[in-house]
């Protein structure tokens, strides 16, 4: 696929984002303006994306485009902080190394600072997974690590806080101590100390490519500690070749991996798609040998944006699985983070020149 189609893809994409429920609501100026207007981690994805692309092309107007969405979020008030609501931060602080912005600095500051200290916390110091609907206390989530450790090894950099970059890779080893499926090489959906179980012991989708992305962007934003590198770039390898193992010949990825009886899932495939990418740009595994399983990740993306813009096939939100049979029942919805993960793959595959 060549960079036109990619551009055309990546636009029909936008022009989908925009139409979703709750995304198109905000006055603003231009029609190129940001339009969605919830402060949330779909969001946070999306826009991390935005500020990757923005900052490659170096588009001044574009990451200035980013940085008025966040002054209208800031100026009607920012939502109570959990792990979910984190993920937005995570672009805001790495835009604020291009803009002389004290205000943001102190948000960003007071923000990590309650993540470190007063933000509820497992058993062995992990992030609990907070979220606006529930405490879920004692719990370990895939999805932490994107949302939250990521912008903690942000803030930690950008904000001269060692302390914070080290809490961020220790999230990590805790959580992959507590998720990881040492027989398989994949990861469990959670965790619970109440329990201490696995729950359903779903090797999830899309819970899964929070791994694969959240690996190398830690790498990418600061230099994890040597042994650390060390052991996380083994656990990236040992990820990413079972999920070749489970990849379907079309491309697409399963919302249970390892069941073929699960539905098909296009947002897990975008983000895995994504990870893999990010893999090799940041030297964890060579492109020769996972070309071919990321372009079966794209051409199974590309196949499912509609006319309208809109990735099909893509599970809505997905709660803690007491069963395994919970996940098969998971309908397909349009979703913002579908739209994000898809631009994230195809945005990183185009900068890649592939």
Request: glycine share 8%; net charge negative.
């Amino acid at each position: 696929m060549n960079h036109d189609q990619l551009s055309d893809a990546l636009s029909l994409l936008s022009g989908g984002f925009r139409s979703l429920k709750g995304i198109g609501d905000v006055e603003a100026s231009s029609s190129d303006e940001i339009l969605f207007d919830e402060w949330d981690w779909e969001v946070g994805v999306g826009l991390y994306g935005d500020f990757r692309d923005a900052e490659r092309r170096n588009d001044r107007a574009a990451l200035e485009r980013i940085a008025r969405w966040y002054d209208r979020q800031i100026e009607r008030g920012l939502p109570r902080r959990q792990v979910n609501s984190t993920a937005p931060m995570l672009a805001l602080t790495l835009l604020s190394e291009h803009f002389d912005r004290p205000d943001w600095n102190a948000i960003i500051q007071d923000w990590a600072d309650w993540i470190y200290r007063e933000m509820p916390k497992t058993e062995e110091g992990g992030y609990q997974h907070l979220v606006k609907e529930r405490n879920n206390d004692g719990e370990l989530w895939d999805d932490t690590l994107f949302m939250a450790a990521l912008f903690m090894a942000a803030a930690g950099r950008v904000c001269n806080k060692p302390e914070w970059q080290q809490d961020a890779q220790y999230q990590y080893l805790c959580h992959i101590r507590f998720l990881g499926d040492v027989s398989s090489g994949l990861f469990y959906h959670g965790w619970t100390f109440l329990g201490r179980h696995n729950f359903a012991d779903a090797l999830w989708g899309r819970g899964n490519c929070w791994l694969t992305i959240s690996i190398p962007e830690l790498y990418r934003i600061i230099k994890p500690e040597d042994v650390t590198a060390r052991y996380l770039k083994n656990v990236f390898k040992t990820q990413v070749q079972a999920l070749k193992q489970v990849q379907r010949d079309d491309g697409m990825f399963h919302t249970l991996l390892i069941d073929e009886t699960s539905p098909i899932e296009a947002s897990a495939t975008a983000g895995i798609g994504y990870g893999l990418l990010a893999g090799c740009r940041e030297g964890l595994i060579e492109m020769d040998e996972y070309r071919p399983m990321i372009d079966r990740c794209l051409s199974a993306i590309i196949s499912r944006i509609n006319e309208n813009g809109i990735l099909e096939e893509v599970s809505d939100g997905t709660a803690m699985g007491h069963s395994l049979e919970f996940y098969k029942q998971i309908g397909n919805v349009p979703t913002p983070y579908g739209q994000a993960l898809a631009s994230l793959f195809l945005s990183e595959y185009r900068a890649m020149n592939l």
